[in-house]
């Protein structure tokens, strides 16, 4: 396993065409949809990461019947029509905060009694207000380690061992969407457990999101509609999934790092199969990257994005909350803007695999950028980074972003790059093909 990448400077704008792997949310999305239908569903343009192989393996130890084909990128999953083949089960999520919030979701609704383990970055991750949820809807939830956090078991609200004071399955939930939509989702997703159906209040002054349209398309592609009123979404009674197969898009978020190269070395990049009519919220970078000085045209072999001639970027501030986990990849190249770059909004993702605004932070300070900390936002001022080590912290996301920083900069060292395994495992191969580039310090 290597332990170190070294990102040489390169002295030509690049001119790269790409294939990116599947969409690590919709993946996993998927993947749920499949396994609460009602028969088998072929899953195909599945991404196989660490992610996914966890949810995968957690499938199989509640009992469904899965088959894997990992050289054609595809899984057939055997729904039992919401219902959990195995009333007991251990499963492990590992770090994957969607498989962690889309499977308690569905163990707290079932009519079984489960442990679910975690990897320790995922102990650290916020779960208490689903916990909360779901145990007002009568699942019975006991911490085995931190109040709110994984490990737990949990009795689902229809197992003997449910909380008996709860009473009926309430149809009508109250959430509160300001930090994550996360939850929302795993409540969507899991819905049609419910016979009598299911309404979702939301408190909060934000009420949709981009992951959030992206999990009603996918219900309403297995038959299910979610209707939204602006503040209530509802999913009918007698509600079932079905479908025979369903085709993941192209990771956005992954191709979002081969356009930043294309806009900091002025050169291009065009991503197979990605064009403007993708779901994920992440397209919006391409919106950045455009204010920024870029262009984003939708060819009929993908999306391909040109830089500014000189490499010389606009800085602007953005709101990215609704397309964050491109927050990273922002910081990374803006020190090569002719005016400082402002990303407000985005508060939610210190409690991501890292606190990744205070990763920023530390990366560029540690590499000589003048980089001002918010509770919910970042400033970031022109400059010319210097060589050093980037701290990942096992966040994929951090690795991924700061090497862009390297097609700039001599001596660029990405510490720990295998972390990357959560969504992207095999980024550094690539980045060495298109670059030439060793993969070792």
Request: charged fraction near 25%; proline fraction near 4%; hydrophobic fraction near 40%.
């Amino acid at each position: 396993m290597i332990e170190k990448y070294l990102v040489k400077k390169i002295t030509e704008p690049v001119d790269w065409k790409v294939t990116v792997p599947g969409s690590k949310s919709m993946t996993n999305r998927a993947l749920l949809l499949a396994a609460l239908s009602a028969g088998t569903v072929r899953v195909e343009g599945v991404l196989f990461s660490d992610d996914s192989r966890h949810f995968l393996a957690c499938l199989v130890s509640l009992g469904f019947a899965v088959q894997i084909e990992e050289e054609k990128k595809c899984v057939t999953v055997t729904g039992c029509g919401g219902r959990i083949p195995s009333r007991e089960a251990v499963i492990d999520v590992g770090s994957a905060g969607t498989a962690a919030r889309f499977l308690a979701a569905m163990l707290g609704f079932s009519d079984g009694c489960y442990e679910i383990r975690c990897s320790a970055q995922m102990k650290r991750r916020p779960m208490a207000e689903l916990f909360e949820l779901l145990s007002g809807a009568g699942a019975k939830i006991t911490f085995l380690e931190e109040e709110g956090h994984l490990p737990v078991r949990i009795a689902g609200c229809r197992s003997a061992r449910a909380d008996e004071t709860a009473g009926e399955t309430p149809r009508r939930l109250s959430l509160d969407i300001t930090k994550s939509t996360q939850f929302l989702s795993a409540l969507l997703l899991i819905a049609p457990m419910v016979p009598e159906g299911m309404k979702i209040h939301i408190t909060s002054e934000k009420t949709d999101g981009s992951y959030i349209r992206i999990t009603r398309k996918m219900m309403q592609k297995f038959g299910v509609s979610v209707t939204f009123d602006g503040r209530d979404y509802e999913v009918p009674a007698e509600a079932s999934y079905r479908k025979e197969t369903y085709t993941v898009e192209p990771d956005m978020s992954a191709a979002c790092y081969f356009y930043a190269a294309a806009a900091v070395t002025g050169g291009r990049a065009l991503v197979r199969h990605v064009h403007m009519d993708n779901t994920q919220g992440d397209l919006r970078f391409l919106e950045v990257l455009e204010r920024m000085g870029c262009n984003a045209d939708d060819t009929p072999e993908g999306v391909r994005v040109t830089g500014p001639a000189d490499g010389a970027l606009r800085g602007i501030t953005v709101n990215m909350n609704d397309f964050s986990d491109q927050a990273l990849t922002l910081a990374a190249i803006a020190p090569f803007a002719d005016a400082p770059v402002r990303i407000e909004g985005i508060g939610h993702i210190r409690g991501q695999e890292c606190d990744r605004i205070h990763a920023i932070q530390t990366n560029l300070t540690a590499l000589g950028i003048r980089c001002e900390e918010e509770e919910t936002a970042v400033t970031i001022y022109p400059g010319s980074p210097h060589g050093g080590n980037v701290e990942t912290y096992d966040d994929h996301r951090v690795a991924m972003a700061f090497s862009l920083i390297g097609l700039r900069t001599d001596g660029i060292v990405i510490e720990n790059p295998a972390c990357c395994r959560k969504t992207f495992e095999d980024y550094f191969t690539v980045l060495s093909e298109l670059t030439g580039k060793k993969t070792e310090a």
